[in-house]
């Protein structure tokens, strides 16, 4: 009998590009999938349970074996650092971490303030710079930092760059590209491993399409 896999997803632009991607790898999400608002889904014909979660916390589940796999972003695993394995580059919901500020910002000042929501990922990218700086969390709005003087600078995620644009703020540099990972528990990758490799290799059939089609 083929497990029942548990899958620990976000909410959003990475949860619809997912799903679509796990429809075309054969797996029957019902049509009204997206849209349910219900944080626990059944997806019995898909063999599968979706725990529908924040995208900090899906590392934690899958981490801590409440689900089995789970889908989230290089971001999220750089400043999360959690005892997973990932197994797949699923190609979705590309975009980057960036350093940015207003124009003209002061870029040599000693210890300057960055903003971010990644101060593990912000930290370790001027160290490697051999830049001291003093990074201040936030968890939400980064973009406001640098407007009301709380920061020097702010890393954040870039995806077109409207938000920055909006905001009066330009692009100093890219530290990373950011796409999205499947992960799985340790030991879920033991148990289920038939049903996990089925799902992997369906998964990179779709992905592998994908880019020879570009």
Same mark, same amino acid.
């Given at each position: 009998m083929t497990a029942v896999l548990t899958v620990a997803m976000p909410k959003g632009r990475i949860f619809e590009e997912a799903a679509d991607m796990l429809r075309e790898a054969g797996y029957p999400l019902p049509p009204e999938f997206e849209d349910n608002r219900?944080? !626990? *889904? @059944?997806? +019995?014909e898909a063999g599968m349970r979706f725990i529908l979660a924040? +995208?900090?916390?899906? +590392? *934690? %589940? *899958? @981490?801590? #074996?409440? $689900?089995d796999v789970g889908i989230a972003g290089k971001d999220v695993m750089i400043e999360e650092e959690r005892d997973v394995y990932e197994v797949l580059d699923l190609k979705i919901s590309t975009c980057y971490l960036a350093v940015a500020g207003l124009p003209g910002g002061i870029k040599d000042k000693v210890a300057p303030k960055v903003a971010?929501? %990644? +101060? @593990? $990922? $912000?930290?370790? %990218?001027?160290r490697e710079q051999g830049e001291q700086v003093e990074v201040i969390k936030l968890n939400g709005s980064i973009e406001l930092a640098p407007l !009301? #003087?709380? $920061?020097d600078r702010i890393v954040d995620i870039v995806s077109s760059g409207r938000t920055l644009k909006e905001n009066g703020l330009v692009e100093y540099e890219k530290i990373m590209d950011i796409t999205s990972r499947l992960i799985v528990n340790p030991a879920s990758y033991r148990l289920y491993s038939d049903t996990i490799h089925t799902l992997v290799e369906r998964l990179r059939k779709v992905t592998d399409s994908k880019e020879a089609a570009r």
């Open positions: 219900k944080l !626990i *889904v @059944e997806a +019995p924040k +995208p900090m916390d899906v +590392p *934690v %589940y *899958v @981490e801590q #074996g409440v $689900a971010t929501k %990644y +101060p @593990e $990922a $912000a930290s370790k %990218y001027f !009301i #003087g709380l $920061a």
